[in-house]
């Protein structure tokens, strides 16, 4: 699973409250990605990162910030959690000299 | 918008039989990458195609990248029920960010 740990796996939250999912590699990996999962879209970039505090949009931007304060983690905030934003939340990496991408278990977040 | 087409959206085979995925884009992909995710589970790296006309085989799974690198496909001979998933393709762009197709999902019935 190359050292990637997502959390919470499992969430579920009201429309309206700030949400953060938190991505966390041990392997000092630079690139880390943020994606999520929905039918009939397969997975689709939120934001994305190079290294500390280096981040950038992806194409679902809207509605999400991050931050990557460490080279370990990177955070992935909703902050005014709406029901278009439930969905299964993966973050990736990618090892850097190998263009694979590498997935963590998954959150699923559900805002009701 | 999506940039890669991928078809078909379902597909049930008798375990068994053949079973072949496709993906197609409008514009020259750089290369392609296939991903498989079992049920509840994360996509899996399968495999990098990078060459026009390109062939690579992984014991019964065949990739194929087009001569024009518009379009691939995923063949799977005699479908077992460990096959069963989401498979994906999915274009590399600048800084090793993946643009998915919207994934195939097999079951197979035995």
């Known amino acids: 699973d190359a050292g990637i740990t997502q959390s919470p796996r499992h969430k579920v939250t009201e429309t309206g409250t700030p949400v953060t999912l938190r991505c966390h590699q041990t392997e000092n990996h630079r690139y880390m990605y943020w994606y999520r999962q929905d039918p009939g879209h397969g997975l689709r970039l939120i934001h994305y990162s190079y290294g500390v505090k280096d981040t950038d949009k992806g194409e679902v931007s809207d509605g999400y910030s991050v931050s990557r304060s460490k080279t370990e983690d990177f955070l992935l905030t909703l902050e005014s959690a709406t029901s278009s934003q439930t969905s299964v939340y993966f973050c990736?990496?990618?090892?850097?000299?190998?263009?694979?991408?590498?997935f963590g278990q998954g959150t699923r977040l559900t805002v009701v | 918008g999506q940039q890669v087409m991928q078809i078909p959206q379902y597909q049930h085979v008798q375990e068994g039989e053949d079973f072949t995925t496709y993906c197609n884009s409008s514009?020259?992909?750089?290369?392609i990458q296939w991903y498989k995710q079992r049920p509840g589970g994360h996509p899996v790296f399968l495999i990098q195609?990078?060459?026009?006309?390109e062939v690579k085989k992984q014991k019964r799974l065949t990739f194929q990248f087009g001569e024009a690198k518009k379009n691939s496909s995923l063949h799977i001979t005699a479908t077992q029920t460990t096959d069963v998933g989401t498979y994906f393709c999915?274009?590399?762009?600048?800084?090793?960010?993946?643009?998915f197709g919207a994934g195939t999902i097999l079951r197979v019935k035995s």
């Open positions: 195609l990078v060459k026009s006309g």
């Open positions: 990736a990496i990618n090892p850097g000299g190998r263009t694979e991408a590498f």
């Open positions: 514009t020259t992909l750089s290369n």
């Open positions: 999915a274009e590399v762009e600048y800084g090793n960010k993946l643009v």
